[in-house]
Nanobody, 118 residues
Framework: EVQLVESGGGLVQAGGSLRLSCAAS????????IGWFRQAPGKEREGVSC????????YYADSVKGRFTISSDNAKNTVYLQMNSLKPEDTAVYYC???????????WGQGTQVTVSS
């Protein structure tokens, strides 16, 4: 059974930091990139960042460049999203996803809420 389990969301003040984790199982981790998407109320889902499990190459949306860092621990099949200098506009449900061809998603996690207060 494919599982992508996010954790680490929560409530933080503007300027603060959070680290999201995505633990993957049930598929060959190295065959996929792992990405983070987010969806704020009333807005479309947005691709935030992605990392290739095979070569470590990364992608960041312009809105998070310089503030968010994605990393991968292949031994643990886990991907992290370090989010610094958080802004209220970063408030959203953050989803982890396994991606064979960005931004087309093969598998989704259940999501974790991130709320940034002003």
């Amino acid at each position: 059974e494919v599982q992508l389990v996010e954790s680490g969301g929560g409530l933080v003040q503007a300027g603060g930091s959070l680290r999201l984790s995505c633990a993957a199982s049930g598929f060959t981790f190295d065959d996929y990139a792992i990405g983070w998407f987010r969806q704020a109320p009333g807005k479309e889902r947005e691709g935030v960042s992605c990392i290739s499990s095979s070569d470590g190459s990364t992608y960041y949306a312009d809105s998070v460049k310089g503030r968010f860092t994605i990393s991968s621990d292949n031994a643990k099949n886990t991907v992290y999203l370090q989010m610094n200098s958080l802004k209220p506009e970063d408030t959203a449900v953050y989803y982890c996803a396994a991606v064979s061809s960005w931004p087309s998603v093969d598998y989704w996690g259940q999501g974790t809420q991130v709320t940034v207060s002003s």
